[in-house]
């Protein structure tokens, strides 16, 4: 008998440190990135999204690396790849269980044990089950946080948010969970890969915290159109946390083209 093993080695290429670098890679606009600045430095909670290779880990690091060097910052991922410069910052990976069927430490665990931690932040490097739950309510207790997640769209992406957590148990309700997405995201920023293969950021997408049935209500900060990332009509939610962070949101978005 012959027994076959799959290894699938990912290598996690850093093109990009900061949110300057990657408006001079084309994947957004200086404007974008002076708003996506302000937003971590408010601790708004931002939701990451994309397709496969979209650029969304890259995004991710250049968001964390803009977090205020005194904040202490907790990371969980399967795969190291998150990696910017912090002083206060501790990072934690997943563990396979061991050939005796134990030791293994899934996601979910790790953000638990994370708020035991004293966090500023809390990031988690992709959301893709039940662990959705926990970080949702890790936010929704005052935590700031990012994270990403596999979607085409900022709306699928809110969707797919509102359905991850029930896969928790049988005793999480839609009921419960589409109110705590509402009022726990506060932006989510979509990727996608243009006809030339270049990354680019394609909407940023604010959430109010309102809803309409059991439909989240958006208001969209930038998107593309006429073949750039314009400003779009929307203003985020929580003006008094840009407000506290020094930072006067809505000339910024004015200003913005």
């Not at 920023?189 to 997408?205: T, Y």
């Amino acid at each position: 008998m012959v027994f076959f093993t799959a290894v699938n080695v990912r290598k996690f290429v850093v093109r990009a440190a900061r949110l300057a670098e990657l408006v001079e890679l084309g994947t957004l606009t200086p404007e974008a990135a002076r708003f996506l600045e302000a937003s971590v430095r408010a601790g708004l909670n931002i939701l990451v999204t994309g397709g496969t290779q979209a650029g969304k880990t890259t995004l991710l690091n250049c968001l964390a690396a803009a977090i205020p060097g005194g904040e202490r910052v907790i990371s969980a991922e399967e795969v190291f790849e998150i990696r910017f410069p912090h002083p206060d910052w501790v990072a934690l990976q997943t563990r396979q269980e061991g050939l005796e069927g134990t030791g293994e430490v899934r996601l979910r665990d790790l953000v638990k044990e994370s708020l035991r931690m004293r966090p500023s932040r809390i990031i988690v490097g992709e959301v893709r089950a039940e662990e959705c739950l926990d970080l949702l309510i890790a936010l929704n207790a005052g935590v700031p946080g990012m994270c990403t997640l596999h979607a085409n769209s900022a709306r699928e992406a809110l969707t797919k948010a509102c359905t991850l957590p029930l896969l928790a148990g049988e005793n999480i309700s839609a009921r419960f969970v589409v109110p705590t997405v509402a009022a726990s995201v506060d932006l989510v920023v979509h990727l996608a890969l243009d006809p030339s293969g270049v990354r680019r950021v394609s909407e940023v997408v604010a959430v109010p915290g309102r809803m309409e049935g059991d439909v989240i209500e958006t208001e969209t900060i930038f998107e593309w159109r006429e073949g750039a990332l314009r400003r779009g009509i929307g203003l985020p939610p929580r003006i008094e946390r840009y407000e506290r962070a020094g930072v006067d949101v809505v000339r910024l978005l004015r200003e913005a083209r």
